[in-house]
Nanobody, 120 residues
């Protein structure tokens, strides 16, 4: 059974950058689309970015041009490079595995989340 472990969160000033990592263990990684999601206090979990098994990337409008998702199948890891962070990006960030190779559908596996806090 696949397990996902996020890392790289922390406290950063507005305008700064962070890179999140999500390492997968067990199961097949390269055949599945992966995604990053976030949940702020009192809010629902929302889609941030996704990458298909063919490396097609999709982004929420709120992060386009600032965030970049990538994957390294050899390392079974998906990354989220976050630049020009603002206070509204503060949330717990989760990675998830989609049920197939395309971005879309109900995520079937979740990591435990990593906190990102952006200070003004």
């Amino acid at each position: 059974q696949v397990q996902l472990v996020e890392s790289g969160g922390g406290l950063v000033q507005a305008g700064g950058s962070l890179r999140l990592s999500c390492a997968a263990s067990g199961g097949t990684f390269s055949s599945y689309a992966m995604g990053w999601f976030r949940q702020a206090p009192g809010e629902e979990r929302e889609f941030v970015a996704g990458i298909s098994h063919t490396y097609y990337a999709d982004y929420a409008d709120s992060v386009k041009g600032r965030f970049t998702i990538s994957r390294d199948n050899a390392k079974k890891t998906v990354y989220l490079q976050m630049n020009n962070l603002n206070v509204e990006d503060t949330a717990v960030y989760y990675c998830g595995r989609y049920p197939g190779g395309s971005v879309g559908g109900t995520v079937t596996r979740w990591g435990q989340g990593t906190q990102v806090t952006v200070s003004s």
